[in-house]
């Protein structure tokens, strides 16, 4: 039963992550992610870890994707333009080296035995459970969570410095202040 | 007392390098201050000179260490300074040359507007050559190396103004470079055979670092190589020493940069181009000698070269109009005698010749500069003729300085050339004999052209009115004359049985090089005498009597007997076009095509003329840099796919 | 329910880390209500005074070593060191952008705040013992990178750079993610020192294709960062678009932090994989010596001709990675601190000549430089001839040292190469000089040299000679760090 569902969440996953990438339709494009991001959900739930599954849908596919979808429709970018692709060989060459890099992620799946629990032996009963999560994130990977808060914090500054309106940058833009030196292009 | 003293030698010239940038502003006292202080590390030289001669034979070697350079578990390099009687006679040609030079360009820089920098490069030329013959160590004996190159670079482009000059200084660097990168090379492979890089033994803070030199029978049977080819280490490293000694002494196939770089004013042509730094590489092979010595093979290579080079420069001198460039390969075909000496194992010779060409070919230079001063910068002896009126100073000097490079006696290359032919006599090697004699042949020939188109006949350009140059120019060209007529007293051959002051030369290298002096043979001494007076005249008699018929534009007059051979000559036997349409050009094909395919946005004007294949298949992929992101990103990905499939290979 | 226990911390032994972060957060306060909008300067003042205290706080470190945190961060003068270059470089480019961002219209308070979170991400990368701990300084270095790269919007090439950097940057941090994800499906652990004891272990069931693949991966995104060939293709893009202190900072910083936790990883957990990332890595070191030393031959851009010369750089310092031995480390480290110190001044130069607008970075501005500036033009000389390795510069010492330790270590024709297109390389950075002493000046572009650059070129120029000709005192330091083992 388990491998049943497991495939079927998989498939959806792919398809759905493949179809966010084709998609013309920026919303439609956010939306396929939002059936990326559920499908993985239940992946989570799957391997008996029921807190990622509230996270991974609270946040993901609750918040983080209404902020998508809220800047595209603000900015009125729905419409993906169908420009000249300047680089037309350069498409098939991705397919081929994208399904080269499958065919490797494959053998080595295949061949190296990714069903064998890693080394340290299977994982502890209450693994997946937010008790055992967070004392974790407490104790032996204390330190990784602190630099994820930092990492966090330098994000957030960058939005705000990134948005900040500058005022005097915009004289930048018109030359003749200076005599220009007499470079050639 | 002598341990602090040869300290002083590089330091003086230092010290000028640093007024001359820093402090001085004024024409006058930068040539002073450089003059004296490079007269003073002479003096001092001289001094360091006699007290090194009061001591016994065994122990004439000084070495002492500044501080510890580089000092890691294996290896420690010491900064320290080497003297002894090898290092003794190169410092008193560089600072003594060097001292006559910087007097003689106070004249001929008079008025140039960047006469201090010119005084500031010269001074640091001299320190750096002085560390480069006073190294203890590779790495130092490097450090010179590269830094006499960069003051040549520097001068050679000092008259940027004129385009010839900063091509020529890039060419100069960029083939040396070549040279440079044997040269590291094999100091890697010194080091990581002997664990040191210090020529001798030496003390520091108590501890006795080794030195090479004497390790080389160490090497004896150790190969390296494939199986189906192995080389002796010994083979492997004198090779690489040898093809930066062919860099930097200008010999076959890197010798098309010496000529070129005659661009640079004359006074640095003959201090730089002629006298020292040129001959850094068979100083450096004379040091290096044990390491060539124990590989025949390099040793064959090393003579064959000094021959070819010997010749091909030496018939390349037939065919030139240039005042300078006759010189400049004249100065090839010398270095080409010298390096063939180290590769028959006459190291001795090797160094009489150096010394002795260091001064006459110095004269042979201010003299050219002199006649060109004097005719208001004309170069092209086709506009000369007749000049020895007007100067007679210069006449004089010069006849001095060209019959002591074309060999005639008594005069000082006499001797030296000498001592190189007969040690191809005794040691048996006549192919080469025949070669170099050859050479010297050519060498008295055109020197007789030379003398001839300067001098004789009439003036063919009556735009200029030819005057003689100031005392600070003939003065050095006097002494410089007494010194290329006398120079041979220091190595006199054996004459006769109990000739007194016989070989001293070689006596005083005897701790260095281990070489028993030459034996004088008669018979040799008289061939290359007559055949030289005979070349010297006839090259002076057919460009007298054909005087009227040399005009710019015109042919020569051996034309009639050489045809178009003598244009192959004038071109140096196209080993430089060789360069150009081989390497330059493709180089830059290369060049272009990369900047093309990887980076459309940055192509310099530099890089023009692309081949038609590279500009075919930079259409296909010129993209590749375009500045699109899923650009990078594919390419990213093709390593991954690369790297991912390699490691799974392996692993297989 | 059971209270958590805490396990015991030595914070002593993240102690400049702290300070540094700490200092930035509070910094960041100060900035925006202590100080006035004309007077950010102070804030970068304050930013160096930070970066000085935490070097100052870790010089009682020395003799300290030490692991903490759950084993996740080290503590050993191999990291010491690290941390007191990456303090140099972070000051170095705060010097640079004093005054560089308000003549360019670009100052906000934040920038120096950034600068030291992006060195607390490299003091990480160096003592991180943890692929976890290694991948967060990592994304803390990066992220604050894409940050500065587009600080200097709304000009276009700045916000190009960051978008492309920031792409590609999040490419790769997939490929470094799913790395340590199948390196934990191998080995069980994330933790350099047990994988190298599970690796050891014959009893242990390690799943040696796995970890290739996983290995591969992780070696492929450190490949990006310091720019091998062929994950270079960002490089000149990125420093040309962004800041010219940020090009400078990137082109030491993340180079030196990226190899210094590359070195660690295969020094401390991959050993015994050396037979197969060994050819990987000697082919890639190969092609970055030949590929960027010939991208930047015909560059007529300098900030575009550094970059690819910094391709070119990771090459060289490659190979004393490749060593994996103590002299390799300290090989590296002093490579490091040469190039850290040669390229910070020549970008300072570079920073000096850049125009308020229109600048184009061209050649041209170079010509006749001697003229003008007698003393920058001898810096910018120096800083070149030790770029392209001419004695006796710190540039030839540490190519000597690296090539000397890669020859010993049997990379004889990796050494070939190098020695080759170094001999190549004096091309390009010539043609700077030949440009500022062999060309008379034209037009009437006049360096900006202001206090804290002209501070900046002293200390790199007058140390990178000073460790041309008398190496040895810092060699003796770097070899007191012993890493061989990575502890």
Known sequence: MDFVLFFLTAAIALAGAIAMLVARNAIHSALFLLLNFGAIAVLFLLLQSPFLFTIQLSIYAGAIMVLFLFVVMLLGAEQVEAAQDKLPWQQPLALVMGAGLLVIAVITAVRGGSNDAPPGGEAAEAFGDPASLGELLFTEYLLPFQITGIILLVAVIGVVVLNQQRTQAQSEETPGERPSSSVQP | MLNWLIWLIPLLPLLGFLLNVFVIRQERQAGLVASALVGGSFLLAVVATVMLGGMPEEERRVQTIAWEWIGTGTLSIPFGLLFDPLTSVMVLLVTGVGGLIHVYSIGYMHGDPRVVRYFAYLNLFVTMMLMLVMANNMLLLFLGWEGVGLCSFLLIGFWFERKVASAAAVKAFVVNRIGDAAFILAMLAIFSHFGTLTFYDVEVDGQIIPGFLAQVPNLLGQTFGPEWQTIAVATGISFLLLIGATGKSAQFPLFVWLPDAMAGPTPVSALIHAATMVTAGVYMMARTEPIFVASPATQSWVAWIGVLTALIAGTAALAQWDIKRVLAYSTVSQLGFMVAACGMGAYAAAIFHLLTHGIFKALLFLGSGSVIHGTHDTQDMRKMGGLRTAMPTTYWTYLVGAGALAGIVPLSGFWSKDEILAHAVSAGYWPQLIGLFIASLLTAFYMGRQVSLIFFGTQRDPHYHAHESGQAMTVPLVILAVGAAIAGLMNLPTLFSGMPAAHLLTDWLKPVLHEEAGKFNPLLALFATLGAVGMGYLGWSVYTRNAAKVKVGGQDPAYYYTGDIWDTLEAAWYVDTLYQRAVVGPFRSIGNFLAQVFDPQGIDGLVVGTGRFFGWVATGVRQLQSGYVRMYALVFTVGVVLVLSFMLMIAW | ?487
């Open chain 3, 1 to 487: 329910m059971d209270s958590i226990q805490i396990p015991p911390i030595d914070f002593r032994l993240i102690a400049p880390l702290l300070v540094v972060t700490t200092w930035a957060m509070v910094l960041l306060l100060v900035d925006v209500f202590a100080i006035p909008a004309n007077r950010k300067k102070l804030t970068g003042y304050l930013a160096i005074a930070g970066l000085v205290v935490a070097g100052l706080v870790a010089i009682p470190l020395w003799d300290v070593s030490g692991s903490t945190f759950s084993n996740m961060v080290v503590l050993d003068r191999y990291s010491l060191i690290l941390t007191w270059i990456f303090l140099i470089i972070g000051a170095l480019t705060i010097t640079m952008a004093l005054d560089y961002l308000p003549r360019h219209g670009i100052e906000q308070g934040e920038f120096y705040p950034l600068i030291m979170f992006a060195v607390a991400g490299m003091i990480l990368m160096a003592q991180g013992t943890d692929l976890i701990v290694l991948f967060l300084g990592v994304e803390l270095l990066s992220i604050t990178l894409y940050i500065l790269t587009g600080f200097a919007y709304p000009r276009l090439t700045s916000e190009e750079a960051a978008m492309k950097y920031l792409v590609l940057g999040a490419f790769a941090a997939g490929f470094f993610i799913y790395g340590i994800a199948l390196t934990y499906g191998a080995v069980g652990t994330t933790n350099l020192a047990l994988i190298a004891e599970r690796l050891a272990d014959p009893a242990a069931e390690t799943n040696q294709l796995l970890l290739l693949a996983g290995a591969s991966l992780i070696l492929i995104t450190f490949a990006f960062k310091v720019a091998l060939v062929p994950f270079h293709m960002w490089t000149p893009d990125v420093y040309e678009g962004s800041p010219t202190p940020v090009a400078a900072f990137m082109s030491v910083g993340t180079k030196g932090a990226s190899f210094a936790a590359l070195l660690r990883i295969l020094v401390t957990a991959l050993p015994a994989l050396e037979p197969f990332w060994l050819p990987v890595l000697g082919m890639l070191a190969a092609l970055t010596m030949i590929i960027g030393n010939l991208g930047a031959l015909s560059q007529t851009n300098v900030k575009r001709m550094l970059a690819y010369s910094s391709v070119g750089h990771a090459g060289y310092i490659l190979l004393s990675i490749m060593v994996v031995s103590e002299r390799g480390a300290q090989a590296f480290l002093f490579y490091t601190l040469a190039y850290t110190l040669t390229n910070l001044g020549a970008f300072a130069v570079v920073i000096a000549l850049e125009q308020r607008s229109n600048a184009t970075w061209s050649l041209d501005d170079f010509t006749g430089l001697y003229k003008r500036q007698p003393l920058l033009a001898l810096a910018m000389a120096v800083f070149m001839f030790s770029l392209a390795g001419v004695p006796p510069t710190a540039g030839f010492m540490a190519k000597f040292y690296v090539f000397t330790t890669a020859y010993e270590g049997g990379l004889g024709w990796l050494v070939l190469i190098g020695v080759l297109t170094s001999a190549l390389a004096v091309f390009f950075y010539l043609r700077v000089v030949i440009r500022m002493f062999m060309h008379e000046p034209q037009g009437e572009l006049e360096p900006t040299l202001d206090r804290g650059l002209s501070a900046d070129i002293a200390i790199a120029g007058g140390l990178t000679l000073l460790f041309g000709i008398v190496p040895a005192p810092i060699i003796f330091l770097v070899e007191r760090s012993l890493v061989a083992a990575g502890g």
